[in-house]
């Protein structure tokens, strides 16, 4: 029974202990590796979650934000009129101004507060006088139901875009809004008044000048008719800036001298 314990039972004994301990070294690992596993996923989960958070407190800022400028403040006290109301002139649909739930788009005119402060007119310029006008040139304003006043200012701001509306309405007309600001208010100006500006380009102290249609081309040089007692010759000149009535003349021809104003045609 000794031998048999000694050479079986002890050994068989040692052989199962030590499976034990290998079984339990392998699970151990297992268990090891199955733990770093999870510390790295709870790690993602935490970092994923964090991004998420951080993503939502900036939605969050974004939409307090909005809801703060849902509010519109008036810079001053005064009466509110609606944007579409104080353009007649524009086409419009059926809704009502700033009817309720309505949509608005990004920089759109959505009301206006007329004020007596400060007096500005608007007026269009013709994509062909574009070259000839700049910022800060004085200004003389005439108001249609103020006949025989005249307002001075100068160019205040001149709209990079041409005007969508003269656009979308004749696609060949481009003209481009430009901001008259007044250097004096007058109480009896209104807001709305038709009103006309001219822009000083120039000024000249002296100037030999005649109307625009006393000119035409010959051979593609400009060219006047001078009265020669009973009859006339052309006479060659060059010619500076013109108003649409009177073009500057800068040479070839003389203070005094009269000329056509319907020059003939067959010449």
């Given at each position: 029974?000794?031998?048999?314990?000694?050479?079986?039972?002890?050994?068989?004994?040692?052989?199962?202990?030590?499976?034990?301990?290998?079984?339990?070294e392998m699970a151990l690992e297992r268990t090891n590796?199955?733990?770093?596993?999870?510390?790295?996923?709870?790690?993602?989960?935490?970092?994923?979650?964090?991004?998420?958070?951080?993503?939502?407190?900036?939605?969050?800022?974004?939409?307090?934000?909005?809801?703060?400028?849902?509010?519109?403040?008036?810079?001053?006290?005064?009466?509110?009129?609606?944007?579409?109301?104080?353009?007649?002139?524009?086409?419009?649909?059926?809704?009502?101004?700033?009817?309720?739930?309505?949509?608005?788009?990004?920089?759109?005119?959505?009301?206006?507060l007329p004020t007596t402060s400060s007096v500005n007119?608007?007026?269009?310029?013709?994509?062909?006088?574009?070259?000839?006008?700049?910022?800060?040139?004085?200004?003389?304003?005439?108001?249609?139901?103020?006949?025989?006043?005249?307002?001075?200012?100068?160019?205040?701001?001149?709209?990079?875009?041409?005007?969508?509306?003269?656009?979308?309405?004749?696609?060949?007309?481009?003209?481009?809004?430009?901001?008259?600001?007044?250097?004096?208010?007058?109480?009896?100006?209104?807001?709305?008044?038709?009103?006309?500006?001219?822009?000083?380009?120039?000024?000249?102290?002296?100037?030999?000048?005649?109307?625009?249609?006393?000119?035409?081309?010959?051979?593609?040089?400009?060219?006047?008719?001078?009265?020669?007692?009973?009859?006339?010759?052309?006479?060659?000149?060059?010619?500076?800036?013109?108003?649409n009535r009177m073009v500057h003349i800068t040479s070839?021809?003389?203070?005094?001298?009269?000329?056509?104003?319907?020059?003939?045609?067959?010449?």
């Amino acid at each position: 029974n000794l031998d048999l314990l000694k050479n079986f039972t002890n050994k068989r004994q040692i052989a199962e202990l030590k499976s034990d301990v290998s079984q339990s070294e392998m699970a151990l690992e297992r268990t090891n590796r199955k733990a770093k596993a999870d510390v790295i996923q709870a790690e993602a989960n935490l970092r994923a979650t964090q991004s998420e958070y951080k993503r939502q407190q900036d939605k969050l800022g974004k939409l307090e934000e909005q809801i703060v400028k849902t509010k519109i403040y008036a810079p001053s006290d005064g009466q509110v009129i609606y944007a579409t109301s104080a353009q007649g002139h524009r086409w419009r649909g059926n809704d009502e101004p700033l009817d309720e739930g309505r949509d608005v788009r990004e920089r759109e005119e959505l009301i206006y507060l007329p004020t007596t402060s400060s007096v500005n007119a608007e007026v269009n310029i013709h994509e062909s006088n574009m070259d000839k006008v700049s910022l800060k040139m004085p200004v003389m304003v005439t108001v249609d139901a103020l006949p025989g006043k005249v307002f001075t200012g100068y160019v205040a701001k001149i709209a990079p875009l041409p005007d969508p509306t003269s656009v979308w309405l004749n696609p060949d007309l481009k003209v481009y809004n430009t901001d008259i600001f007044l250097d004096k208010n007058d109480e009896i100006l209104r807001t709305g008044m038709s009103c006309k500006a001219e822009i000083i380009i120039e000024q000249y102290d002296d100037a030999i000048y005649v109307p625009v249609q006393a000119v035409l081309r010959v051979k593609g040089s400009p060219t006047v008719y001078v009265v020669k007692g009973k009859t006339y010759e052309p006479c060659k000149v060059r010619i500076g800036l013109d108003n649409n009535r009177m073009v500057h003349i800068t040479s070839g021809l003389k203070e005094g001298e009269f000329v056509l104003l319907a020059p003939p045609l067959a010449e």
